[in-house]
């Protein structure tokens, strides 16, 4: 069974993309983003340890997987598990045409209006992907990728309508 991660920007389609594989391939799908924040206002990152019992009852569920998110601090805990990886590197622009044009996310939103008050703030939060040096920015993808020893590939524009 497949194991996939997909990372990059937020925009950079690894939603869209995971959820395609998996419903095409009957493999599981993790949203790290549903890991990585406690569920509350204003949000709050877990610490990496709740993190990891959450990605390890996962992993004890499942038999082929894709998951997708930023957070390389995550992405590490996977790595060894994983049978291939995915860098969606699409540009910065790009992402925030994609993030404009996203589809309301239930899962992460009660709303769409809710969904459109934080949109601002997340193109602002991706145009800095790559001024940022920490577990979300440009150069920890990068590194991620070049240090992972499997399979890999590299995607520089959206994927859905080539699969």
Request: glycine residues 6%.
């Amino acid at each position: 069974m497949r194991k996939i991660l997909i990372f990059g920007n937020s925009g950079s389609g690894k939603s869209t993309l995971a959820r395609h594989i998996a419903g095409k391939e009957g493999l599981a799908h993790l949203d790290l983003d549903l890991l990585a924040w406690l569920p509350i206002s204003p949000p709050q990152r877990r610490t990496i340890e709740e993190s990891r019992i959450r990605i390890n009852s996962f992993l004890q569920e499942q038999n082929g997987w894709v998951v997708e998110g930023c957070y390389t601090d995550l992405l590490v805990l996977l790595k060894h598990e994983a049978t291939e990886i995915i860098f969606m590197d699409l540009g910065v622009e790009q992402c925030i045409v994609n993030a404009r044009n996203r589809p309301w996310e239930p899962h992460k939103y009660k709303t769409q209006e809710a969904q459109d008050a934080n949109l601002e703030m997340l193109v602002s939060w991706i145009r800095e992907y790559n001024l940022r040096s920490d577990a979300v920015s440009y150069q920890s993808h990068r590194n991620f990728y070049d240090t992972f020893q499997g399979n890999k590939r590299i995607y520089t524009e959206n994927q859905v309508n080539k699969h």
